[in-house]
């Protein structure tokens, strides 16, 4: 394979993937590894891509944040089944933190008779919760306007206050190297926070998620539960060597 035909290659799967480890690129093209590199720093320099541990992922895409409403309208009907089969791990009477995802939003109606204590950093899921009858406690916080999440020092010391039977958070991206991320640091470091204060964590994603990469690491794949909706059998496999993973549709 040319030089040029690589680098076509290259970005294609990237354009497919997100993200790409030098591995995968060396098996499928029968290139040396030191020759992926230095495809790989071309078209870094051409800003084609960006260059991460051990492969690449497109460039400033891992900074992109959608709106609640961008996101509420992509995959909603697969983010309702997952929402109703994430809710059956939770117990009657459980102190329960759901993240300021969409997905979460989904999983109230299916909360209603289980006599909850809800705390949330998310003005999305309050209107909600209220009118389900749900006991909820808002955290404080500084509000991100694109997604209704509190988030900064405010949020996290509210957090403090707290403890949790079960944690439920919203994600970007998920990936076997590269964990559980978000574009927001403020962000991640909240869902890092609440996590530490329950006694278990589930990370909702639908099967889109899968493989993304976002600027801002929450955790590694084994500090929490992955509930996802669906997963190629390969996949699968190479995360259940790290974490959890409960797939299923309600």
Do not use: W
């Amino acid at each position: 394979m040319l030089t040029n035909e690589r680098h076509d290659f290259i970005l294609k799967l990237l354009e497919e993937k997100q993200t790409i480890k030098i591995q995968d690129i060396v098996e499928l093209t029968a290139a040396s590894e030191s020759t992926i590199r230095r495809d790989l720093t071309e078209l870094e320099n051409r800003q084609k891509l960006e260059r991460v541990f051990g492969g690449a992922v497109l460039p400033g895409r891992n900074l992109a944040e959608p709106s609640v409403a961008d996101k509420s309208a992509q995959n909603l009907q697969e983010k309702i089944n997952l929402a109703k089969f994430a809710s059956g791990f939770v117990q009657h009477g459980d102190s329960v933190f759901l993240d300021a995802g969409t997905t979460t939003f989904q999983m109230i109606p299916f909360l209603t008779e289980k006599d909850l204590v809800v705390v949330t950093n998310g003005l999305t899921l309050v209107e909600a919760l209220n009118e389900q009858g749900i006991t909820t406690y808002l955290t404080g916080g500084m509000i991100k306007p694109r997604t209704g999440a509190l988030v900064g020092a405010q949020t996290i010391q509210s957090l403090k206050n707290y403890r949790f039977d079960i944690c439920f958070l919203g994600v970007n991206g998920f990936h076997p190297d590269y964990g559980y991320t978000t574009p927001d640091p403020e962000e991640a470091a909240v869902k890092k926070m609440a996590s530490s204060l329950a006694r278990k964590t589930y990370v909702l994603a639908d099967h889109s998620k899968s493989n993304k990469v976002s600027f801002a690491k929450i955790m590694d794949l084994e500090e929490a539960t992955l509930v996802v909706d669906e997963l190629s059998a390969d996949t699968f496999e190479i995360l259940e060597k790290k974490t959890t993973v409960k797939v299923g549709k309600a």
